[in-house]
């Protein structure tokens, strides 16, 4: 068994709530990234003298834990060789794919899987040594799977939980994958698994009966050593009231009106914002919308289709195939049916800070989030948020879990063009009364389901896993 730390809490994820950048001295320094998941946990950290380990980008190896913002964050390095086997191999070349429906084929290597494991033992290493006796360890997401159960060896008087923030797949699919007991065992591991859906859980527990042999009964695993593991859904969500504050703060209003006015003040402007990804359906939307204006149902002197594609594991070979394609699509439409001044796409491949996305939300008619295969999708919700006089339409896939929630949206199969085409258009020509009456319903779920409360709603039930085991989480302290 290690030694034990200080930390009564520790999250456990990929990367750390910090980007590198360079300080005005001109060295090395650090900038909080903004992100749902750091403010969710943020003030439960602070009250449980918590630590959070992740891989910070890049490959710089010899960082030495810091604290940041009062945050203790401890910066586990990986090689380049890493970056390439476990980050963008194992992590982004087969499970990303595997995990999305198989939306682009998943590769396996033997060498990505030994780096997958080499990455994941040294991050449960370094979880064991900051732990306190008795403490949480919150292990997050598909490139830490096989933490829990490294870590539960090391030390056994942990409580672990692990949340997989994307889809967990069907045993048909699933299955393909040569390493799928040990990917089990090791989230078996935990006390608790969490699912964005409950439809994600039935089949991770199916999957353990079938594959691992344990007994189970509706949500519970019940090991040989008399251990149980639960696994159960906790739908994620946003920081809804800080996305609310910045929506209405005067300079996003102002800047989502000079961004109608920079596109030239069409009467509808349709948004999508999406990491550039192959899950999320950008080129089918596209191809859509382009048929809508070249059928004459929408003119580009009226209508606008913005388009934010955020840069994505660029080294990737799949990422770069998507990048040029949509590259092209989007030159091929705007050639075709764009006039002066008036693209039918405006097409942004970059990433902007949450001020610009908010002025996006408040400046967009209709947010079209059309993913093959989502595990929940955040866009969809920060839409919602940011609509603050309940206008705006959602067209949404039924593939992403936010569906499952904000049922008011249109939805679409992001496969069937017709089908989106023609919700695009529903959306577009719908009366006002309508509109308000879907958005009203969407801004009362989301605003009742904020990622505080799924944060603690995990941890809650974290600490009735095993009520007499360990510490229990000291709630938030409020300001
Ligand atoms: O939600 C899935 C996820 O991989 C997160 O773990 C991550 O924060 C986000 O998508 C962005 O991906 P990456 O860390 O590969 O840039």
């Given at each position: 068994m290690t030694t034990s730390g200080s930390a009564d809490l520790v999250i456990v994820a990929n990367r750390l709530p910090v980007d590198r950048v360079t300080d005005a001295d001109g060295g090395p320094g650090w900038r909080r990234s903004p992100g749902g998941l750091v403010s969710a946990l943020e003030p439960v950290m602070r009250a449980n003298d918590g630590a959070w380990l992740g891989w910070?980008?890049?490959?710089e190896t010899d960082l030495e834990p810091f604290v940041e913002d009062g945050l203790q964050l401890v910066p586990i390095g990986l090689t380049a060789?890493?970056?390439?086997?476990?980050?963008?191999?194992?992590?982004?070349?087969?499970?990303?794919?595997?995990?999305?429906?198989?939306?682009?084929?998943?590769?396996?290597?033997?060498?990505?899987?030994?780096?997958?494991?080499?990455?994941?033992?040294?991050?449960?290493?370094?979880?064991?040594?900051?732990?306190?006796?008795?403490?949480?360890?919150?292990?997050?997401?598909?490139?830490?799977?096989?933490?829990p159960q490294m870590l539960r060896e090391l030390r056994p008087d942990l409580r672990i939980g692990f949340y997989l923030h994307i889809p967990?797949?069907?045993?048909?699919?699933?299955?393909?994958?040569?390493?799928?007991?040990?990917?089990?065992?090791?989230?078996?591991?935990?006390?608790?698994?969490?699912?964005?859906?409950?439809?994600?859980?039935?089949?991770?527990?199916?999957?353990?009966?079938?594959?691992?042999?344990?007994?189970?009964?509706?949500?519970?695993?019940?090991?040989?050593?008399?251990?149980?593991?639960?696994?159960?859904?906790?739908?994620?969500?946003?920081?809804?009231d800080s996305f609310a504050e910045l929506a209405s703060s005067p300079a996003v209003e102002a800047r989502a009106a000079e961004?109608?006015?920079a596109l030239g003040n069409p009467s509808k402007v349709f948004l999508g914002i999406d990491r550039l990804d192959y899950t999320k359906g950008i080129y089918a939307r596209l191809r859509a919308y382009s048929e809508l204006v070249r059928d004459g149902h929408l003119d580009v002197d009226d209508a606008v289709f913005v388009q934010v594609a955020t840069p994505s594991r660029e080294r990737v070979e799949q990422y770069r195939i998507l990048r040029d394609d949509i590259d092209r699509l989007v030159g091929r439409i705007n050639g075709d049916l764009g006039r002066i001044g008036r693209p039918a796409i405006s097409y942004l491949h970059s990433s902007y800070p949450r001020e610009e996305m908010a002025a996006l939300y408040r400046a967009a008619d209709v947010m079209v989030v059309t993913p093959f295969r989502d595990g929940?999708?955040?866009?969809?919700?920060?839409?919602?948020?940011?609509?603050?006089?309940?206008?705006?339409?959602?067209?949404?896939?039924?593939?992403?879990?936010?569906?499952?929630?904000?049922?008011?949206?249109?939805?679409?199969?992001?496969?069937?063009?017709?089908?989106?085409?023609?919700?695009?258009?529903?959306?577009?020509?719908?009366?006002?009364?309508?509109?308000?009456?879907?958005?009203?319903?969407?801004?009362?779920c989301v605003a009742e389901h904020d990622v505080t409360q799924w944060a603690s709603d995990f941890l809650e039930e974290l600490a009735a896993t095993r009520p007499e085991h360990g510490k229990v989480v000291r709630p938030a302290r409020r300001s």
């Open positions: 910070p980008g890049g490959t060789e890493e970056v390439e086997e476990h980050y963008e191999g194992f992590s982004n070349g087969t499970l990303w794919p595997l995990y999305h429906d198989v939306v682009a084929k998943p590769e396996f290597h033997r060498e990505w899987w030994d780096s997958y494991v080499a990455v994941n033992r040294r991050f449960a290493e370094r979880a064991a040594e900051v732990a306190s006796e008795g403490a949480t360890v919150w292990v997050q997401d598909y490139q830490m799977q096989l933490v967990f797949p069907p045993a048909e699919l699933f299955q393909q994958l040569p390493w799928r007991r040990q990917l089990l065992e090791g989230l078996l591991g935990a006390d608790l698994v969490g699912f964005q859906l409950p439809g994600a859980a039935q089949n991770f527990v199916r999957l353990v009966r079938q594959r691992v042999g344990h007994k189970t009964h509706r949500d519970m695993v019940y090991l040989p050593d008399g251990r149980t593991v639960k696994a159960a859904a906790f739908p994620i969500s946003i920081d809804v961004i109608r006015e929940m999708n955040l866009v969809a919700k920060e839409y919602v948020a940011c609509r603050l006089d309940e206008s705006g339409a959602l067209v949404l896939s039924e593939f992403a879990g936010a569906a499952e929630e904000l049922k008011q949206a249109w939805l679409v199969n992001p496969y069937d063009i017709n089908g989106m085409k023609q919700a695009l258009l529903e959306a577009h020509r719908a009366p006002e009364k309508e509109l308000t009456r879907r958005m009203r319903a969407m801004r009362k």
